[in-house]
């Protein structure tokens, strides 16, 4: 088929706008699934997916509407799966902006539409739900037009299937073909890929020029490898072999590729024998800017997990992990994510996919800093921050945030920036009612809670998105926590100065309630440097050694307690006090 006959496009929103919904719609107008296969969210394959109702992973499918090809690639709403937009967006012309008439243009809409931009991409406004009572969609249509610059909405009902036909002649209409000839040495895109543990690698890709058929030799440009090709074919949405894929066209290929680093996300893909002459862009590598360590709960799944970690990186290029060890957790890895939320999907997926029991540590930002002698180094652990006789200054990374929310909120959700060292920059309105703040305030204080207190202040109407912008300097101190006088890596932290006594006492307090009571006492400190600035005990499990004596001297029952506190004693220094997965998660309910 000519490339004039394709269309490549992606499906953008905010989170809960309808994708997945609009996505079913589609399919099902095009017959691509049969009816009996038919079900919500179908391109929602992960359990985890289909539980929280949110999209994590970016999934293709081709269309057939009339005689066109449209190839539809589903994307992610949360602001942590940004980088999967990103991602998405490079394999397409085009995409959909779905905006919920009943919430109007909200702080990750700006996002994406911002990112599609950039990409150069053709963009179609479709304002969804305007079945509900509460839908706005005129007062929508004037948002759009106002804020993003864009005309000539569609107007749907994705549960309904209101609106379908008319989403599809858009596509077909506005959208332009892909270019690109078939005669030209082969370049393809690889924007995503899976591990099958019969085939290897599985890649998707997007051929932008010449043609991939089984039995090719390829050349994996970023890493010089070649491979022969044993498969190739679409996404209906299942896999299903075709003969060839040429300019323009969605699929995956799959060549032997046992080495999971092989196959990097953003690689091009070039022919062996006449190979392209340069790669394709690619994407931007994307930074993690929250870490957290994990830990297998029985040691020796250590292998296990770091199998497991490796298979899961390979379709998230956006999470990285090194090895670590702790005196007190054993050997584990410190890994690197893009939020809390990223963070916890990583996490869940780990625990369900690959059968693991995991200890999370608390959440960490990556510092700066700069030490007396000018070198300058990236701390990602808290155990890592040099001694404050070494450090010249501390930076940490800043965000500038947008939230865009009722008006009625604007004190509540000010208030709660502020308490967060937020700096005001501007406010907007994007509509009689509708306010978008933009503030600028450190990473470390949005990691833990933020997004929580964001949506109970505004009962649930706010919206937010960020972007990095750089390190400042701060005033930053390293809080330890100690229990019976020895250190608990796993639960330091670091935070400002003027947050660290009342972040202590809090997370004492919490670790009180989480460490069950042992046959001896249990001292807890929060500590900077040598000085103890919060303090709880845990206190000892009492058994009555007295109450076999029945009578008798006094100095019978002196004997037996003298006996018990000497043990005690013992105890406490040689005892080891066993930490609960909830003492690690204790920090993330400190305010």
Avoid: W
């Amino acid at each position: 088929m000519t490339t004039e006959r394709i269309r490549n496009f992606s499906i953008i929103a905010h989170i809960d706008h309808g994708k997945s919904t609009l996505a079913d719609r589609l399919l099902e107008y095009t017959k691509t699934l049969p009816s009996r296969k038919m079900r919500e969210q179908v391109l929602d394959e992960m359990e985890l997916e289909r539980e929280r109702g949110i999209t994590i992973k970016a999934k293709a499918v081709r269309l057939r509407y009339k005689d066109y090809i449209l190839n539809l690639i589903d994307t992610p709403g949360h602001v942590d799966f940004s980088y999967e937009v990103s991602r998405s967006l490079a394999a397409c012309e085009g995409v959909l902006l779905i905006i919920d008439a009943s919430q109007g243009v909200q702080a990750q809409t700006l996002a994406n539409a911002y990112l599609a931009r950039e990409a150069n991409l053709a963009i179609i406004p479709i304002i969804n739900k305007i079945d509900l009572p509460n839908a706005r969609p005129e007062e929508t249509e004037k948002q759009i037009k106002d804020v993003l610059g864009l005309e000539d909405p569609i107007f749907t009902s994705a549960k309904k299937g209101m609106g379908t036909e008319d989403v599809l002649e858009a596509i077909v209409e506005r959208i332009p073909p892909p270019k690109g000839e078939i005669n030209k040495p082969l370049q393809a895109l690889i924007f995503d890929s899976i591990y099958n543990p019969y085939q290897g690698v599985v890649v998707y890709i997007r051929v932008v020029q010449g043609s991939i058929k089984p039995r090719d030799r390829i050349r994996l440009m970023g890493r010089g490898r070649d491979f022969e090709v044993n498969e190739v074919g679409i996404f209906s949405p299942e896999m299903r072999k075709v003969e060839g894929l040429s300019p323009g066209e969605v699929g995956y290929l799959m060549a032997n590729i046992k080495n999971l680093q092989d196959a990097k996300v953003g690689d091009t893909i070039t022919g062996a024998q006449n190979p392209a002459q340069k790669s394709l862009p690619g994407y931007k590598e994307v930074k993690p800017f929250v870490f957290a360590s994990l830990y297998p709960v029985r040691s020796e799944d250590f292998g296990s997990l770091k199998e497991a970690l490796e298979k899961l990186k390979l379709n998230d290029a956006s999470f990285s992990y090194i090895e670590e060890s702790s005196p007190a957790l054993g050997p584990g890895f410190r890994c690197g994510f893009l939020g809390l939320l990223h963070m916890e999907i990583v996490q869940e997926r780990l625990e369900r996919e690959y059968d693991l029991d995991l200890i999370t540590t608390a959440p960490s930002v990556v510092y700066r800093v700069i030490t007396k002698e000018g070198e300058i180094k990236r701390v990602e652990n808290p155990s890592r921050l040099p001694s404050p006789a070494e450090i010249k200054e501390i930076q940490e990374p800043y965000i500038k945030a947008i939230i865009i929310t009722p008006a009625e909120y604007l004190g509540p959700i000010m208030q709660l920036v502020q308490g967060r060292r937020g700096v005001y920059r501007d406010t907007r309105y994007l509509a009689p009612n509708t306010a978008s703040l933009t503030y600028e305030f450190p990473l470390s204080e949005v990691i833990l809670d933020f997004y929580d207190r964001l949506k109970s202040v505004s009962r649930g109407y706010a919206s937010f998105d960020y972007e990095h912008i750089g390190y400042r300097k701060t005033d930053s101190v390293k809080v330890d926590v100690l229990l019976n006088n020895e250190k608990v890596e796993g639960l330091s932290f670091i935070t400002h100065k003027e947050k660290a006594y009342h972040r202590a006492s809090e997370l004492v307090a919490r670790l009180k309630e989480v460490i069950p009571q042992h046959l001896f006492p249990v001292a807890i400190q929060g500590a900077i440097g040598k000085k103890i600035i919060a303090r709880e005990t845990v206190k000892a499990l009492r058994k009555d050694v007295t109450a076999p004596l029945y009578g008798g001297d006094v100095t019978r029952k002196r004997k037996l307690l003298e006996k018990q506190k000497r043990g005690k004693k013992r105890m406490k220094r040689i005892g080891k006090v066993s930490l609960p997965q909830e003492a690690f998660l204790s920090i993330l309910k400190v305010d």
